[in-house]
């Protein structure tokens, strides 16, 4: 049985994106499966931002074939792990919990780097280049303790 993890944001455009490409990357696919959803329905469809896609590519990373979606109520049946991006994703995907089971696979993925900080990945968007750039740095830090954990 596989492992699946979904990361997720607010567009589903630039964080999730990379973290999904980044874990992808890191971890066997026989084994894990990784997707992406944004908490609107902005960008369903749609490419990642081509920023995203840049620094991606930068790092070797080929981010281009995915797709917005809108995480939905059926995504805590198909996953296991619940990755959010920021304080406010983290309560739009809490209050579409239906059980204790369903909110426990949600957690921030920066705290696997600063455990109960509640940190938060900032949203690159408005954040010009640079923004992109340490978003990457510190979604490839934690997707290395994720990955870790999921190949033991």
Do not use: W
């Not at 609107?40 to 797709?67: F, M, W």
């Not at 983290?90 to 455990?115: G, M």
Request: aromatic fraction near 8%; charge should be negative.
């Amino acid at each position: 049985m596989k492992t699946k993890v979904l990361m997720v944001c607010l567009g589903n455009i630039c964080r999730s994106p990379l973290a999904e490409g980044l874990l992808k990357s890191k971890v066997n696919p026989d084994k894990v499966i990784v997707d992406s959803a944004g908490t609107s329905n902005y960008h369903v469809g749609d490419t990642p931002d081509p920023r995203s896609i840049e620094v991606a590519k930068k790092h070797g990373l080929d981010i281009t074939h995915q797709l917005g979606r809108q995480f939905t109520q059926d995504d805590f049946e198909t996953f296991d792990y619940i990755y959010v991006m920021d304080n406010s994703n983290y309560r739009n995907v809490i209050l579409l919990a239906r059980t204790k089971k369903d909110q426990e696979k949600v957690s921030l993925i920066l705290d696997k780097i600063f455990p109960d900080e509640e940190a938060s990945v900032p949203d690159p968007y408005h954040g010009g280049e640079h923004g992109f750039e340490n978003v990457y740095k510190m979604l490839d830090e934690a997707t290395n303790i994720i990955a870790k954990e999921l190949n033991n």
